[in-house]
């Protein structure tokens, strides 16, 4: 059986299906199982990182184990605590979801995600790190202002990601969960194309059949925004260096990993808007 932590958010949500699919027994942990709605057949599970009576449970009896969280300080203290329960249930193989450059950038939320990624490698099981690149999906953030005809605020100048669509993540996380040939291996899951937010922006207009405007926003002016809208100071700081990291072209990284693994070039980011257009219809 795999466990599947975070499994109602975008990736997690993706995968637990995914594998249901495919006829894989799952578990899915989430701290509201009665809010779970996910597929028939799938054993949900109650469980808190911060209660680890509850991951030794959830991790009885599994075979291995897919680590998310969501994003913040506590990574650390949550990626440890899982990876105890997992070794003392006698997991064999841990696939922990990353971030795109951790330990090879200097970013935020790389140096929360590098000390799970140090534990997880130092032995015990069999492990998998995935590093994907910006979610297709965070462009979902800008449905209101698009919906309303308002532009986009763009903190990241010119600056390119490898936009990627969290479906190729999800799959590429159920073959290493499944399969011994990506063991002891870090990849690194990126788009097929470098796109900075105004191309992102024209794209989902050719799909919308309109056009979107973008308005760039010095970071001082983003950050004093983000901290008016009542935004953690920590969150606001790990916003605003990853946006000074994007435009200075820290994340400009295209990998083959997503094709190597599936055996197909990944998504598009127009394929992921047209898929989802619906969500910015006004």
């Known amino acids: 059986m795999i466990l599947v932590t975070g499994a109602t958010g975008t990736v997690g949500r993706e995968l637990v299906r995914l594998l249901a699919r495919e006829g894989e027994p799952v578990r899915a942990m989430t701290r509201y199982p009665a809010k779970a709605a996910l597929p028939a057949g799938v054993d949900v599970v109650a469980g808190d990182f911060d209660r680890p009576g ?112 969290p479906r190729d993540i999800a799959e590429v996380a159920a073959r290493a969960l499944t399969s011994d040939a990506y063991l002891g291996q870090v990849l690194t899951l990126t788009g097929p194309e470098l796109l900075s937010v105004p191309d992102v922006a024209a794209r989902l207009g050719e799909i919308l059949g309109r056009t979107i405007a973008t308005v760039d926003v010095p970071l001082d002016a983003y950050r004093q925004g983000l901290l008016d809208r009542g935004l953690d100071p920590v969150f606001v700081e790990s916003a605003v260096s990853g946006s000074k990291l994007i435009a200075d072209g820290g994340y400009a990284r295209l990998t083959g990993d997503v094709a190597q693994v599936l055996g197909r070039p990944p998504r598009t980011f127009a394929a992921w808007a047209y898929d989802h257009r619906g969500s910015f219809a006004g």
């Open 54 to 165: 509850t991951l030794a449970g959830a991790a009885a009896g599994i075979e291995a184990v897919f680590l998310l969280d969501a994003p913040g300080p506590w990574i650390p203290r949550h990626d440890r605590a899982m990876l105890a329960a997992a070794r003392a249930a006698g997991v064999a193989r841990v696939v922990k979801l990353s971030t795109l450059g951790t330990g090879e950038l200097t970013s935020t939320v790389g140096s929360w995600h590098l000390p799970g990624e140090r534990d997880l490698r130092a032995g015990g099981t069999g492990w998998t790190v995935l590093r994907p690149s910006a979610f297709a999906s965070n462009v979902l953030n800008w449905a209101p202002r698009v919906r309303a005809g308002e532009p986009i605020p763009n903190p990241n100048g010119y600056g390119t990601q490898g936009v990627i669509d």
